[in-house]
């Protein structure tokens, strides 16, 4: 699934300001300024204009009414970004309201504590870029080949701009006893930083506002009932079968999955050679990082599954077409993967050998946001714990608990037992030698 | 016939216990730590542990003290006489009521075995899990302190020294028992006066 030949509907998010096809100038002017700097809550994209605003009264979909946009009202109501602003997009990642990412949706434009504790629209009231710091118009934060910019240190006194770490803020050992001078809990809470990011301990769940999208199978999508699409809804309020989008699986309240990481992501590209894990997932886009990289941090991931088209022959992932009208091959108006795939590829100028096949996928998303408040963050035994443990699967660093050194523990014990057995029986025998005795 | 010695004087019973019971909560915690009991949870485990761990440092610090000032050091200088005879008191001489065959006296409390035992306690096992769990207690000081190791490195030689005290702890205690009566060494490690034969 790519942007490429569904621009027009994927570009009212991914940034262009009337991108409708691979031509598109990316030179700064054609920024959108008011997507960011509305303050009004009126300025909004119609979701399939190529990233313009309606405007005159539009509906969607044959349901939901776009306005027209008074420009020159919203022209004269620019201000800073807010939740709400970022969340137009940011909240909807996927198509839907939580549907990407898990530790983002709209219910954070108004969080309490307990949600987000930075963002507590009662508390600190943080906006995303409270900590998404810009410089000129940069926003920190991004995941792609370079990390988040920012060093691991505290921001201040040497401000180099960049909040976007945690440590910018709480600095690299950053638990404190508020009462007591020395607090041996926090001292060594204190020693993990150097390999567990605070992400870990502190963002215990995702998916904890809306329910989030776990598995999105492609492959069933196109059915129709009595000719007509389906749109089957789930006990979370989210369809779990969708005429356009195949079957859908949603969870609340989900255990991460925990990497190393670097803070780079590793990105499969359309048209190169499929990489597969132990599961025989493709892996589309992959946390960078190794125990052995002391840049390296131990992280918490949404992973999403799915089933998406490929080509078996050619052994690479494909880009189908979704949007467009009746007749251009795409799949949301033909409904059929050979041509969706063949339009796609076609405009992507990428090789298809014709053929289209189903394959299962993972991505990971980093969890970094709705951090609860401090009491629900995980307690050591989380992680050490000798099975089932959050890290359990983490190589490369000892757990105390949850490692141990098999032949030692072998030895030790049996020595312990050939060394018990021997007092009793030792003990024994002067017990029995001596009521003879008597 | 039998004689009330003082033999053990009231630090020398105050370390002692102490000793005992930190070093039991520190194999019961410790183990905790390790994964192989589940007693008090994880984490408090780990405080136990650390302030049991401390707090033999300090007695130790207070031992070692009292040892080089008082003297009392020289009973655990090694001597090779009557080995042989003790051991062979142990395995066979003790079912036939003989007597043991080192004569405890006030100026030498204790037998060439346990000169031996404790002298490696003390010189081997209690540096080895000092040094050992000190640095793991240290961990992220490493680049000051310029100690290159690795956390489960230490941990390998932390968890043998823990086996090493295990095993000490169960020959300890039941030898113990092996008085005349059988309470009278524990007796007179609680109250300081024992019953020899002279």
Redesign the interface.
């Known amino acids: 699934m790519a942007v490429t030949s569904n621009w027009c509907r994927c570009t009212s998010c991914h940034a262009g300001y009337g991108w409708k096809d691979k031509s598109y100038d990316f030179s700064p002017e054609k920024i959108d300024c008011l997507v960011c700097h509305d303050i009004t809550g009126t300025y909004k994209k119609f979701p399939t204009d190529c990233g313009y605003p309606p405007l005159k009264d539009k509906v969607f979909a044959g349901k939901k009414l776009f306005k027209a946009v008074n420009l020159s009202y919203v022209a004269q109501h620019v201000g800073r970004s807010s939740r709400e602003s970022c969340g137009k997009c940011h909240f909807y990642s996927g198509g839907g309201d939580g549907v990407k990412r898990g530790d983002i949706d709209s219910t954070l434009i108004a969080p309490s504590k307990e949600l987000d504790v930075h963002m507590d629209a009662k508390g600190l009231n943080f906006t995303c870029a409270t900590c998404h710091t810009t410089t000129a118009h940069e926003i920190d934060g991004r995941h792609y080949d370079t990390p988040a910019p920012g060093k691991r240190r505290l921001a201040l006194p040497e401000d180099d701009g960049h909040r976007v770490r945690c440590e910018a803020c709480h600095g690299a050992r950053p638990h404190r006893d508020e009462k007591r001078l020395f607090s ?2 926090h001292l ?1 809470l ?2 993990h930083t ?1 390999r567990v990011a605070c992400q870990t301990c502190h963002v215990p769940l995702y998916g904890r506002g809306l329910p989030t999208n776990t598995y999105w199978d492609w492959s069933t999508a196109g059915r129709f009932k009595d000719g007509k699409p389906i749109v089957e809804m789930g006990p979370l309020g989210r369809p779990v079968y969708h005429t356009k989008k195949g079957t859908l699986k949603w969870g609340k309240n989900l255990v991460p999955e925990y990497r190393w990481y670097n803070g780079a992501m590793s990105y499969l590209l359309p048209g190169e050679p499929l990489r597969t894990n132990e599961k025989g997932q493709v892996v589309l886009i992959a946390p960078e990082g190794s125990p052995d990289d002391p840049d390296s941090r131990i992280f918490p991931f949404k992973p999403h599954y799915g089933r998406q088209p490929y080509d078996p022959v050619r052994k690479t992932m494909v880009i189908p077409k979704l949007f467009g009208k009746k007749g251009s091959g795409a799949f949301w108006a033909d409904y059929d993967w050979q041509k969706a795939v063949a339009a796609g590829m076609a405009e992507a100028g990428l090789p298809f050998s014709g053929k289209v096949d189903f394959i299962e996928t993972v991505y990971y998303l980093p969890l970094s946001h709705m951090v609860p408040p401090k009491e629900k963050a995980l ?3 989380a992680c ?3 099975e089932g443990g959050r890290l359990a699967a983490i190589q490369g ?2 757990i ?6 098999v032949s ?2 072998r ?3 049996a ?2 037992l050939v ?2 057995s021997f ?1 009793l029986v ?2 024994l ?2 017990i029995i ?1 001596g009521l003879k ?1 008597k | 016939m039998k004689q009330r010695l003082y033999l053990y004087s009231r630090f020398e019973r105050f370390w002692h216990w102490t000793q005992a019971a930190l070093i039991i909560l520190l194999l019961l915690s410790g183990f905790e730590i390790h994964g192989s009991l589940e007693i008090w949870g994880f984490e408090q485990a780990f405080y136990l542990h650390v302030y049991c761990g401390f707090g033999l440092i300090v007695l130790t610090a207070f031992a070692v003290f009292w040892h080089l000032t008082t003297g009392a050091w020289r009973h655990y200088w090694p001597v090779k006489e009557k080995i042989p005879q003790i051991c062979y008191y142990y395995l066979v001489g003790i079912f036939r009521g003989e007597p043991h065959p080192f004569e405890k006296r006030p100026d030498q409390k204790l037998n060439p075995l346990q000169r031996l035992a404790y002298m490696f306690l003390k010189l081997v096992l209690f540096p080895l899990q000092f040094v050992t769990g000190v640095l793991l207690f240290l961990y992220q000081w490493w680049p000051k302190l310029g100690v290159k190791a690795t956390f489960s490195g230490l941990a390998y030689w932390h968890l043998i020294g823990a086996y090493a005290f295990l095993l000490f702890l169960i020959l300890h205690a039941y030898l113990a028992t092996t008085g005349r009566p059988w309470y009278n060494h524990l007796r007179g490690m609680i109250l300081g006066w024992e019953e020899v034969c002279v």
């Open positions: 041996l809990r060594k204190n020693d150097d307690q050591c035994v050490h714990v000798r660093v000892y105390p608990a949850r490692d141990r050194f030692v523990d030895i030790g014990r020595l312990c060394l018990l007092v030792h003990g025998a002067r030698i005795r």
